[in-house]
């Protein structure tokens, strides 16, 4: 049993889990850099170092598994006609 599971059954009352994003964080106050762990939709982090708000997740947020186009590209335009392709403009079929 990890120490994530022991924490959800403990006598400790918390607030329920939700979705969660980790990885790579940069404080843009002093450049500590830290891996951060942060419930999705948070902005700010506190930076472990300065402990001002000021940190952010380096990285883009992705999926461990993606859609792609016949042409390689994996970001999509949402229009009312479905997902376009930003690299070569076809609309995604067999996606859903
Ligand atoms: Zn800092
Ligand atoms: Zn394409």
Known sequence: MSAE????FGSERT???GPHLSGQA???????EWVAG???GTVHLECPA???TWGQFKN???PSVAWSCQCGEQLFWITPNGCQCRACG???EGMF
């Open 5 to 8: 599971i022991l924490n959800l």
């Open 15 to 17: 607030e329920p889990e």
């Open 26 to 32: 940069v404080c843009m106050a002093c450049k500590h």
């Open 38 to 40: 942060a419930p999705v």
């Open 50 to 52: 300065c402990k001002r």
């Open 60 to 62: 883009p947020v992705e």
């Open 90 to 92: 076809s609309i995604q």
